[in-house]
């Protein structure tokens, strides 16, 4: 019988009483349908020292969501594991917004993106734009400015600056408001199900308690368009256990926001089946 980790963060372990919890509301159908295939399979937090991390035939990456802040820490971790999934190359590449640089390199349709690394001097949109991390998650440390608060925008970037971080300014997509962003959810390799997530960043002020929990979920259908740039965008990760791809709608055109692959919400919720078809592409990789 193979025994698998889901590897999570102690925030994310369901039941958790801590401040900020945000439990991982996949894990317990997923282990339901791990179960259900005669795989052992328990969740792990991924920094506890006492974790014997030798025992498990595969550590799948689920919910670690404070890796951000020990990145460096995290890619290690990952990279002592035997049989990891995502692959730790995939787990490098996608924890650093850099991506969207090279995906643009590769001709895939992305959000406008400027990056300004420690010691640049940002330079804006004439309209309104969002200040992120390059290594974050969710809509931590994000936040939306109109013209006018340019101003709060440069505090911003020079804010993380200061924090040894680089920053991303992209142009506000309107279309956000109106129709939200649209997540296609990839699992084996195959398209799953897909989602809408509402508009998560209104004003500056919410750059204090924006959080991905704020999000209004509705499930979706994935338009052919979407579903084929989010399929150019996942062309060199063939090898995916899973993968969830973020898109916006801009003057008619579909755009990659973010391409996950390292510890995204899958929203099993929202795609019947999803949790079996994770399972069934896990059992597959043991055998």
Aim: charged fraction near 30%; hydrophobic fraction near 45%.
């Amino acid at each position: 019988m193979s025994r698998v980790a889901l590897a999570t963060c102690r925030i994310a372990v369901p039941g958790a009483d801590l401040p900020g919890a945000n439990p991982d509301v996949d894990a317990p159908l997923l282990l339901t349908a791990l179960h259900d295939r005669g795989i052992t399979a328990t969740l792990e937090v991924w920094d506890d020292p006492d974790v014997d991390w030798d025992q498990f035939d595969a550590v799948v990456v689920r919910s670690t969501w404070d890796y951000t802040s020990r990145r460096e820490e995290f890619l290690s971790w990952a990279r002592a594991r035997s049989f990891i999934l995502n692959p730790y190359e995939m787990l490098e590449y996608s924890s650093d917004k850099h991506y969207l640089v090279d995906l643009a390199e590769r001709g895939v349709d992305v959000v406008e993106t400027r990056v300004v690394e420690v010691g640049e001097t940002a330079s804006f949109f004439d309209v309104d734009v969002v200040v992120k991390p390059a290594i974050g998650a969710g809509s931590a440390d994000a936040a939306r400015y109109s013209v006018e608060e340019e101003a709060g925008a440069r505090a911003h970037v020079s804010d993380l600056h200061r924090q040894n971080r680089a920053a991303l300014v992209q142009p506000y997509v309107d279309s956000v408001d109106s129709r939200g962003e649209r997540a296609l959810v990839f699992i084996g390799g195959e398209f799953s199900h897909a989602l809408t997530k509402a508009a998560m960043l209104n004003t500056p002020a919410e750059f204090r308690d924006a959080t991905f929990r704020r999000a209004q979920m509705s499930g979706a259908n994935a338009e052919p368009a979407a579903l084929d740039l989010a399929r150019r965008a996942l062309e060199p990760f063939a090898d995916a256990l899973y993968a969830r791809v973020d898109l916006v709608e801009s003057d008619g055109e579909w755009r990659v926001m973010e391409l996950e692959l390292v510890e995204p919400n899958l929203f099993f919720a929202f795609g019947e089946g999803a949790a079996d078809r994770f399972a069934d592409a896990l059992f597959a990789r043991l055998r």
